[in-house]
Protein backbone atom coordinates (compact mmCIF):
# COMPACT_ATOMS: atom_id res chain seq x y z
CA UNK A 1 0.00 0.00 0.00
CA UNK A 2 1.32 3.39 -1.10
CA UNK A 3 1.77 5.77 2.54
CA UNK A 4 -0.05 9.20 2.58
CA UNK A 5 1.53 12.21 1.53
CA UNK A 6 3.16 14.43 3.90
CA UNK A 7 4.95 17.67 4.78
CA UNK A 8 7.92 17.10 3.10
CA UNK A 9 6.47 15.53 0.39
CA UNK A 10 4.68 18.74 -0.47
CA UNK A 11 4.69 22.12 -2.35
CA UNK A 12 7.14 25.02 -0.78
CA UNK A 13 5.67 26.92 -4.16
CA UNK A 14 3.60 29.84 -2.46
CA UNK A 15 -0.09 29.08 -3.45
CA UNK A 16 0.23 25.60 -4.88
CA UNK A 17 -1.58 23.30 -2.87
CA UNK A 18 -1.98 19.29 -3.44
CA UNK A 19 -5.81 19.56 -2.67
CA UNK A 20 -6.48 21.50 -5.60
CA UNK A 21 -5.17 18.90 -7.81
CA UNK A 22 -8.09 17.06 -9.70
CA UNK A 23 -7.19 13.54 -8.13
CA UNK A 24 -6.31 13.21 -4.34
CA UNK A 25 -3.34 10.96 -3.50
CA UNK A 26 -5.45 7.42 -2.72
CA UNK A 27 -3.57 7.27 0.76
CA UNK A 28 -4.31 10.36 2.13
CA UNK A 29 -2.25 13.40 3.46
CA UNK A 30 -1.55 13.80 6.49
CA UNK A 31 -0.01 16.40 8.40
CA UNK A 32 2.38 16.91 11.54
CA UNK A 33 3.09 19.27 13.94
CA UNK A 34 5.30 19.16 16.94
CA UNK A 35 3.98 21.49 19.82
CA UNK A 36 6.24 21.35 23.02
CA UNK A 37 4.85 22.86 26.30
CA UNK A 38 5.87 23.53 30.20
CA UNK A 39 5.18 25.07 33.32
CA UNK A 40 7.86 27.64 34.00
CA UNK A 41 8.80 27.33 37.22
CA UNK A 42 8.64 29.77 40.32
CA UNK A 43 5.89 31.91 38.08
CA UNK A 44 2.96 30.57 39.48
CA UNK A 45 0.65 29.52 36.58
CA UNK A 46 2.78 30.46 33.49
CA UNK A 47 3.31 28.04 30.77
CA UNK A 48 5.72 28.09 27.89
CA UNK A 49 4.67 26.56 24.52
CA UNK A 50 6.81 26.22 21.44
CA UNK A 51 6.52 25.00 17.82
CA UNK A 52 9.06 25.24 15.05
CA UNK A 53 10.38 28.93 15.87
CA UNK A 54 7.70 30.52 17.65
CA UNK A 55 6.79 30.70 21.60
CA UNK A 56 3.87 31.75 22.99
CA UNK A 57 3.37 32.09 26.65
CA UNK A 58 0.05 31.62 28.63
CA UNK A 59 -1.25 32.63 31.70
CA UNK A 60 -4.74 31.91 34.35
CA UNK A 61 -6.58 34.99 35.91
CA UNK A 62 -5.36 35.96 39.68
CA UNK A 63 -8.37 34.37 40.80
CA UNK A 64 -7.21 30.80 40.04
CA UNK A 65 -3.38 31.88 40.75
CA UNK A 66 -2.31 33.41 37.65
CA UNK A 67 -1.11 36.74 37.34
CA UNK A 68 -3.06 37.36 34.08
CA UNK A 69 -0.35 38.43 31.95
CA UNK A 70 -0.87 36.22 28.90
CA UNK A 71 -4.19 34.89 27.50
CA UNK A 72 -5.47 31.65 29.48
CA UNK A 73 -5.23 28.43 27.65
CA UNK A 74 -8.74 28.65 26.91
CA UNK A 75 -8.26 31.73 24.75
CA UNK A 76 -5.85 30.20 22.77
CA UNK A 77 -8.12 27.60 22.48
CA UNK A 78 -10.98 29.73 21.07
CA UNK A 79 -8.85 31.80 18.98
CA UNK A 80 -7.47 28.98 17.40
CA UNK A 81 -11.09 27.99 16.49
CA UNK A 82 -11.32 31.16 14.96
CA UNK A 83 -8.26 30.63 12.68
Known amino acids: MEKPLGNEDLSAKPGERV ?3 PELPAAGITNENEAFTE ?3 GELQLKRGTVGKFEVFC ?3 ARIGGTDKYPS ?3 YLAMA ?3
Do not use: L
Open 39 to 41: VVA
Open 81 to 83: IGF
Open 59 to 61: DEP
Open 19 to 21: IDK
Open 73 to 75: PMG
